[in-house]
């Protein structure tokens, strides 16, 4: 079992940056992927981004690319999302995962995790 940790969520205005951070308590390279779902309000849990442990390939979904990074620093087994340009429809719970399965779809990466944190609030006002 690997217990994952969130931190970072907070409220910011629209435009502005925060970065999500997620502590793992096993090694992060015993995964195959390693990354961040949301659930905004009133809507399923969606994909946001991913990195592959080994390859360290990054996968983004279309309403995030070029404004979300993530990263990895398999020493300290910790996942990060570096998000930027914020936008209201941004606010959600975004949770960290240890994925063993991901594919494309539609250019979108469709994911399938093993492990969950226990999600952190991100609120982005308009």
């Known amino acids: 079992q690997v217990q994952l940790v969130e931190s970072g969520g907070s409220s910011v205005q629209a435009g502005g940056s925060l970065r999500l951070s997620c502590a793992a308590s096993?090694?992060?390279?015993?995964?195959?992927?390693m990354g961040w779902f949301r659930q905004r309000p009133g809507k399923e849990r969606e994909e946001v981004a991913f990195i592959g442990t080994h390859s360290e390939r990054t996968y983004y979904a279309d309403s995030v690319k070029g404004r979300f990074t993530v990263s990895q620093d398999i020493a300290k087994n910790t996942v990060s999302l570096q998000m930027n340009s914020l936008k209201p429809d941004d606010t959600a719970i975004y949770y960290c995962?240890?994925?063993?399965?991901?594919?494309?779809?539609?250019?979108?990466?469709?994911?399938?995790?093993?492990?969950w944190g226990q999600g952190t609030q991100v609120t982005v006002s308009s």
């Open positions: 995962a240890a994925v063993y399965n991901l594919a494309l779809v539609g250019g979108n990466p469709k994911a399938q995790a093993r492990y």
């Open positions: 096993a090694s992060i390279y015993d995964n195959l992927y």
